[in-house]
């Protein structure tokens, strides 16, 4: 049964950084992986979706790197903003067992100006 | 395009009353929907996967009886929550699948907020 980890659970930087969010699973026979951000009380963004056989895939100030044989993704986000505060979900699509999304549990961030 | 609606966005009932949320996708046929609830600070737990025309397949533990799917078209599905109680509020979010757009690929509403008081 795939699980789907993200560490930390909350983070906290300054405006201006380059941040990494990790995000792990124990079965790296997937279809693909998807980033998302959830803003309080709101529904899923989809940022980046990696097919299982890409490396990474850039989205402006976004890239999001996959590494099947370690079970890995990070989302590197760059000189952050303010704006960037936000809930982060990864969420990975198995190919073994039933055909649904696995999420993590998400890392809440914030960035503070 | 990809996108997918649903209504209401945030709703308040009382308690033993029914209450009925409504997803369509918007631009695209939606075989296979999905419905989410989500606590807060959690993450998003399935409860059930429905496609159309038939019926819904219920996560362990979801009550089916109590939790109503209906996936009548290709572009709506409704769950609606029968007798609802104050530990039914909670944040439902559906999804939706067209293979065409992509097999693996899921289009999320924006969710509605459920309150019963």
């Known amino acids: 049964k795939q699980e789907v980890t993200q560490i930390p659970a909350a983070l906290s930087v300054p405006e201006g950084e380059n941040l990494v969010l990790n995000c792990s699973f124990t079965?790296?026979?997937?279809?693909?992986l998807q980033w998302f951000r959830q803003d309080p009380g709101k529904g899923l963004t989809s940022l980046l979706l990696?097919?299982?056989?890409?490396r990474e895939q850039t989205s402006g100030r976004l890239n999001a790197s996959l590494d099947k044989s370690s079970g890995r993704s990070t989302l590197y986000i760059a000189a952050s903003q303010p704006g960037d505060s936000a809930t982060y979900l990864c969420?990975?699509?198995?190919?073994?067992?039933?055909?649904?999304?696995?999420f993590g549990q998400g890392t809440r961030l914030t960035i503070n100006p | 395009g990809a996108v997918v609606s649903q209504h209401p966005s945030w709703v308040i009932c009382k308690s033993g009353t029914s209450v009925k949320i409504e997803c369509r996708s918007l631009?695209?046929?939606?075989?296979?929907m999905f419905w989410y609830r989500q606590f807060p600070k959690q993450s998003l737990m399935l409860m059930a996967t429905?496609?159309?025309?038939?019926?819904?397949?219920?996560e362990q533990g979801v009550e089916k009886d109590k939790f109503l799917i209906n996936h009548a078209s290709l572009t709506l599905s409704t769950l609606t929550v029968t007798s609802a109680h104050p530990e039914d509020s909670s944040f439902y979010i559906c999804?939706?699948?067209?293979?065409?757009?992509?097999?693996?690929?899921?289009?999320f509403g924006p969710g509605t907020r459920l309150t019963v008081t």
């Open positions: 999804s939706a699948r067209d293979p065409g757009l992509g097999p693996y690929e899921q289009y």
């Open positions: 079965d790296s026979a997937i279809y693909n």
């Open positions: 990696i097919q299982s056989s890409q």
């Open positions: 969420a990975t699509f198995p190919i073994q067992g039933a055909q649904k999304l696995v």
């Open positions: 631009d695209f046929q939606a075989t296979t």
């Open positions: 429905s496609n159309e025309g038939s019926k819904a397949t219920y």
